[in-house]
């Protein structure tokens, strides 16, 4: 496995595979991997004859005020544990890399998420993300793309950009994985205490207690809320959102769910500094 820290290195490396029909799967993370990461990475390496694991804490998609500064680095580990997946390339460039004249002026940004949810929350956040998305995809020339359902908006977005822009790609989407206890992994769970750890299983708590209380028949939206509100809010959490949407189009539901709504509950809520997100589908 090869660690490329330059575009043209990487488009060097990857064209001549391209050419010869093989196909390239890419994984975008942020670093810091862990299971999770490495359930996308095995996903790629099932499916593709090539798997490109990208490894870069994208600036323009953290607000002023969040976590860029003290996000985990550490490349070498990260690339030990691609590899031990199969990973053939992990692609790790510099911010200057990507961005060598600074802030980018052209972006790629959606018009409706960007003012709800997480959206409402993190100022230009998607635009970010997508936008840093759309440069992975271009400079790596991957007919596959894996994402995970542990960020529900962000893979809903990238699918709807693909369609909208006609990025010849796959998208792939990989079911969130949990730690025995229900915690979502993510790489923002290293910044919680012990305490804050185990008060933080609430949400995940919270959002199979709303399952279950779904499929015994409750259709109230405000009552399935409720279940994972209390939930956090009665283990010190603080909730910056709980939403009862639709698979589909992640329009919020109000009263009550009909039979044929496909629904998931998205979470954003802090416990201590530590923001964390979640979902589930309730069908
Ligand atoms: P990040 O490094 O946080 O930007 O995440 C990179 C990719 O890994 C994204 O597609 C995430 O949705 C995915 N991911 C992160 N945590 C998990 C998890 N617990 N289960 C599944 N996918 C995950």
Redesign the pocket.
């Known amino acids: 496995m090869q660690i490329i820290k330059s575009i043209d290195a990487l488009r060097a490396a990857v064209k001549p595979l391209a050419m010869q029909g093989k196909t390239i799967g890419l994984?975008?993370?942020?670093?810091?991997l862990?299971d999770?990461?490495g359930?996308?990475i095995k996903e790629s390496v099932k499916n593709c004859d090539v798997t490109v694991v990208s490894v870069f804490l994208n600036p323009i998609q953290f607000g002023k005020n969040e976590d860029l500064d003290k996000y985990p680095k550490r490349l070498e580990a990260d690339a030990k544990l691609a590899e031990s997946l199969g990973a053939d390339f992990v692609f790790a460039p510099s911010v200057a890399e990507m961005y060598p004249d600074g802030d980018p002026l052209t972006l790629v940004r959606d018009e409706t998420l960007e003012s709800m949810y997480c959206g409402a929350y993190r100022p230009g956040h998607f635009r970010g993300v997508l936008t840093v998305v759309s440069k992975l995809f271009l400079i790596s020339g991957a007919n596959h793309a894996?994402?995970?359902?542990?960020?529900y908006q962000?893979?809903f977005l990238i699918e709807r950009m693909v369609r909208d822009l006609n990025f010849d790609i796959q998208i792939h989407r990989?079911?969130?994985?949990?730690e025995a206890s229900g915690l979502?992994?993510?790489?923002r769970n290293e910044y919680l205490t012990d305490l804050e750890r185990s008060q933080a299983l609430s949400i995940s708590t919270g959002l199979k207690q709303a399952k279950e209380t779904f499929e015994k028949g409750e259709r109230r939206v405000a009552v399935l809320r409720d279940v994972v509100i209390k939930s956090i809010l009665g283990n010190r959490g603080q909730v910056q959102y709980v939403e009862v949407v639709n698979q589909k189009d992640l329009q919020k539901f109000n009263g009550a769910l009909r039979e044929e709504d496909k629904v998931v509950i998205l979470v954003a809520a802090f416990f201590g500094k530590t923001r964390l997100i979640d979902n589930i589908e309730l069908n």
């Open positions: 994984v975008p993370t942020m670093g810091a862990h999770g990461h359930a996308l894996y994402f995970g359902e542990k960020d962000q893979v990989v079911k969130i994985v949990r979502a992994l993510s790489s």
